[in-house]
């Protein structure tokens, strides 16, 4: 039995449902849940264990757990919180349920970022950064003569810390003549300053110049550069009158003859109406606008430092903290080890400010050592969580939560395997047990088989997904499950056999992609073979470099031969400016088999539209045929209605009240906004005269609310809708709701949307699809029907080549490129390539042992 199997002892896992019942301090009694899809399950769950709710996805799992069990917990947390203290809570929907006794408070750890933030830090999310300021404050080497500074001084982000210049953000935001002015042969007229407003506005201020004594029909490199530099970059802000359909000369008459103008006008020089327009509109029309006039660089100030220069005048270990918060945090752990363990002798000098360095970076180190036990030590302090992936950020809340040495609550978790190696999730494992010790009870929502292996108690929800799921298939210990039939999970568990071969013979590469002295992040100079005509997984502890050897390196130089310009979307916040700064160029070419790849289809987990007027049946293009199929029924001919009228994004149909959205926002005083379903058109999103018209008894809205599922036995007739919803179905999206918003959907939902819009596209060979993590959030029944997909594209003369941690899809792929040895610095590397069976036998790759094969 390996480690990941055997049932820690810190629970009896012969405990039964009698024993349960009899002590009801020790459990949690659910009685009528009837959240989503739930259909009115009882369950009883073990106090002080490891609960693993596992099922198909979409089988309502997270139902149970976070929007049944950890949302009742915080609503009666809540209902002791004054109203004012409640605002600024995140609150979730009160729980259908009958009733819940036992339950203790709860913490949930999910995948969610909440608001991105550039001041939101790897430091900042673990307090590890307050430590380290009151380190530097009280323990830290000043320049002779310096006076002492408290902690609030090491912080980028209060007034006694920043920088001036970049105000704590590191980056300056800047905006040249040659972003504004991109054609300098055209006249002020002709629109030459292309940041300035257009319509009216910008007439406006061409106006202003005229009779500010500016000629501008002169071409704007024939201005004197005084003038330019006083146009674009002025902050006096005259205001004079205009006459706008007077030149330069006829408006110098007037000003003399005191002619009455037309109104007066205020000017606004070019930079100032960029940097205004970014930081004040609420429109991110506006601000995506404004943003291409504007360019980040490192503040001359403080270097990207964040801080004043007394601050980073003090230092500890011979660097400031700006420089510390650099470092990785393995790196970091080296740098505190020292002062963390030496103890301090009567006779030294400064014994009490000794004293204060011990017990700080003691205190420090083990926070850092925390988050390296779980596989974190090739992050950074300063790195700031927007450039974070969910699994990382769920972990280092985690780390956090495990150092807080909370006592009797319930932590939720989303999870925690996602994007984690097999190698690191042993150290998860060991986190959570370390929850457990400490007197906590830990409900994890998992597909990982090892993590489901390594439970006290398991609820297996089912047995399918959506209207067919919703039920308890099995609650008890693992074992248990063994024995139950209906059970997806259970013939996973047990049998190996049934996640080893699911292809029958391995398929040869057609050729070979090879790709020479590639640089991206901690890839450097790597000369790397992709076969093509066959399936690779690329994989390798977290953070050893496969998402920027293949997302990113290998994406834009494809892109790139292919003649593709990757357009990224313009930033509309800092935190968009901010990720397209650090997004590092790639450095490398392809060298051979160009020639045998015609086009390329990234599939990532980007969200599928930001707003939730996007959907899946939008984005899929089923939602246009659907709309022709109610615009040809008589009834909408009657009264001359075209597909347009049947977009809930078009005035002619929709909603007024709404707007189409089918809910408004409900401001309320001491407590945050709700949204409400519109009591106009009741959440359908539609005006009464719409939803009038009828295909075969449903109207549009009614068909919205199908899921793909039922939506496919509805139009059992049309050939066209039922390709993609086919498509959908067969990457085990069968339970979503074709109306579904995109800002419901998680990360490997809106992939394999992509996925599936993709299989209803007739394949024509010589595609080269790249996939990051397609199993995300799958169930492995569900990762068994994703390769079915995958395989058939590979079979129609395709390649696939994905980043993968899922054991599943790597043992039943054609070739495996292993990237390591570690992570961050410690990777970039190939340690092993081959077929499964060859990967398997090497002893560098910590790939290897877990390999199916």
């Known amino acids: 039995m390996t480690n990941n199997e055997k049932t820690p002892n810190h629970f009896n896992n012969n405990f039964n449902n009698s024993a349960i019942n009899n002590t009801s301090h020790s459990h949690i009694q659910v009685r009528g849940a009837r959240v989503h899809n739930l259909k009115n399950v009882d369950v009883d769950l073990p106090r002080n264990a490891l609960v693993v709710f596992t099922g198909i996805s979409g089988s309502g799992k997270s139902s149970l757990a976070f929007g049944t069990l950890f949302a009742e917990s915080q609503r009666r947390y809540l209902d002791s919180v004054s109203p004012y203290a409640r605002r600024l809570i995140d609150q979730v929907d009160e729980p259908d349920v009958d009733a819940i006794e036992g339950l203790p408070p709860a913490v949930a750890l999910q995948q969610q970022r909440g608001t991105p933030s550039v001041r939101s830090s790897v430091g900042s999310v673990t307090t590890i950064s307050n430590g380290l300021r009151m380190l530097y404050s009280r323990a830290g080497e000043y320049p002779v003569g310096q006076e002492m500074l408290y902690a609030d001084a090491f912080s980028p982000n209060t007034p006694e810390g920043a920088c001036p210049t970049c105000s704590g953000i590191g980056r300056v935001f800047e905006v040249t003549e040659k972003l504004m002015v991109p054609d300098d042969t055209k006249t002020i007229r002709e629109r030459a300053i292309a940041s300035w407003p257009p319509a009216w506005q910008g007439q406006n201020l061409s106006r202003i110049l005229t009779t500010l004594g500016y000629d501008i029909d002169k071409p704007w490199n024939t201005l004197p550069k005084k003038t330019r530099d006083w146009i674009l970059f002025t902050d006096d802000t005259p205001t004079v009158p205009v006459y706008p359909e007077y030149n330069l000369e006829q408006t110098r008459q007037a000003i003399e003859k005191g002619e009455k103008p037309n109104y007066m006008g205020t000017f606004t020089s070019a930079k100032n109406f960029v940097l205004h327009s970014f930081a004040n509109t609420q429109s991110p029309r506006t601000k995506k606008r404004v943003s291409q006039f504007m360019q980040i660089s490192e503040c001359p100030e403080c270097h990207g430092k964040k801080l004043k220069k007394e601050s980073l005048s003090v230092k500890f270990a011979g660097l400031d903290i700006g420089e510390l918060s650099q470092l990785t945090l393995t790196e970091l752990a080296l740098k505190l080890e020292e002062a963390a363990h030496k103890i301090p002798t009567d006779d030294i000098p400064n014994r009490e400010k000794a004293i204060v360095a011990q017990r700080i970076a003691s205190d420090i180190l083990a926070r850092v050592e925390a988050l390296t036990r779980l596989g974190l030590g090739y992050l950074s302090l300063g790195r700031t969580t927007p450039t974070l992936s969910p699994g990382e950020l769920q972990r280092l809340r985690l780390a956090t939560q495990i150092r807080s040495q909370l ?65 308890i298939v099995y609650s008890g210990p693992v074992e248990g499950l063994r024995d139950v039939a209906q059970s997806h999970t259970g013939q996973y568990l047990f049998n190996d056999t049934t996640m080893v071969k699911e292809k029958s013979e391995l398929r040869q590469p057609t050729a070979w992609l090879k790709l020479a002295n590639v640089e991206r992040n901690n890839v450097k100079g790597l000369d790397v073979e992709f076969p093509l005509g066959v399936m690779t997984s690329v994989t390798g502890v977290s953070g050893s470099g496969k998402s920027s050897l293949v997302s990113q390196a290998l994406v834009e130089l494809v892109n790139e031969q292919l003649g593709q310009k990757v357009i990224n979307e313009a930033p509309t916040d800092e935190v968009g400016l901010l990720e397209q700064e650090f997004d590092t160029v790639t450095g490398g070419e392809i060298v051979a088999g160009m020639d045998k790849v015609s086009r390329l289809i990234n599939i990532n987990q980007k969200a599928i539209g930001r707003t939730p007027r996007s959907n899946l049946a939008t984005y899929t293009g089923l939602f246009d045929d659907v709309r022709k199929l109610f615009a040809s029924t008589k009834q909408a001919k009657a009264h001359g209605y075209d597909a347009g009228r049947f977009s809930f994004n078009t005035v002619k149909g929709r909603c007024p009240n709404c707007e189409g959205l089918g809910f408004v926002s409900v401001e309320l005083l001491f407590l945050p906004s709700v949204y409400a379903p519109c009591q106009v058109c009741h959440g359908q999103r539609y005006d009464d005269d719409t939803l009038a018209i009828h295909y075969r008894d449903k109207n549009i809205a009614e068909v919205l609310n199908l899921t793909v599922e039922m939506a496919y036995e509805f ?17 085990g999206l069968g339970y979503l709701r074709l109306g579904q918003p995109a800002t419901e959907l998680s990360g490997g939902e809106a992939q394999r949307i992509k996925l599936a819009t993709e299989l209803q596209r007739i394949q024509r060979g010589d595609t080269l699809y790249i996939l990051d993590e397609p199993t995300t959030g799958l169930h492995p029944a569900d990762v068994s029907m994703l390769m079915t997909q995958l395989n058939g594209l590979v079979n129609s003369g395709n390649t696939v080549i994905m980043v993968e941690h899922d054991m599943q899809v790597a043992s039943n792929s054609d070739w495996i490129i292993d990237i390591g040895p570690g992570a961050g610095e410690e990777g970039g590397l190939i340690v092993a390539e081959g077929t499964p069976d060859d990967v398997a036998k090497s002893t560098a790759s910590r790939t290897a042992p877990f390999l199916l094969v």
Request: hydrophobic share 50%; net charge negative.
């Open 407 to 471: 006592f009797g609550v319930v932590y939720v978790l989303d999870e925690p395997s996602a994007g984690l190696h097999p190698a690191d999730t042993q150290a998860l494992l060991g986190a959570l047990d370390e929850l457990i010790a400490a007197g906590n009870s830990v409900f994890v929502v998992e597909h990982d088989v090892s993590v489901i292996r390594h439970a006290d108690w398991v609820v297996d929800v089912g047995p399918k997904a959506g209207t067919h799921g919703g039920e």
């Open 715 to 731: 139009f059992v007739d049309e050939a066209s809708i039922l390709r993609s919803l086919d498509a959908l179905l067969q990457v």
